[in-house]
């Protein structure tokens, strides 16, 4: 699979549990207008808004169909943001220790381990 079909699935199934998610909170009368979503994929980014199909993409089309839905109706707003900025690598990716260090900085992590000197 290219990154951008493994990408878009995982943007499917990342709205399909906002969807879940919303749907709780408005059981508890809390409203869920619209989710900001920040993806370091410029191609799925622009497949999600685009309402061309591809011969390249034919095999996602249910995930397209699902997710431009949402984006049509306002429910999600997709963003693009530059891998070097995306927290989410923390957690998916081995990273070199000056990037690891950046993004722990960035979510305010601190290493207790390490000596204060």
């Known amino acids: 699979m290219s990154s951008c079909e493994v990408e878009y699935r995982v943007l499917a199934s990342t709205t399909c549990e906002l969807v879940w998610l919303a749907a709780l909170l408005s059981s508890f009368q809390v409203t869920i207008s619209t ?3 920040y993806c370091d994929n410029q191609s799925v980014v622009h497949l999600a808004s685009n309402y061309v199909f591809h011969e390249r993409t034919k ?6 169909h699902f997710v431009r839905d949402k984006v049509c109706h306002g429910f999600l707003k997709l963003f693009h943001i530059q891998s070097d900025i ?5 957690f998916t990716k081995a990273l070199h220790a ?3 260090d950046r ?3 960035k979510m305010g992590l601190i290493n207790i381990h390490q000596s204060s000197s």
């Not at 095999?59 to 397209?64: A, T, V």
């Open 59 to 64: 095999h996602i089309e249910i995930d397209c």
């Open 103 to 105: 993004l722990m900085h």
């Open 35 to 37: 989710i900001s979503l």
């Open 98 to 100: 000056p990037a690891f």
């Open 86 to 90: 995306q927290l989410a690598d923390i």
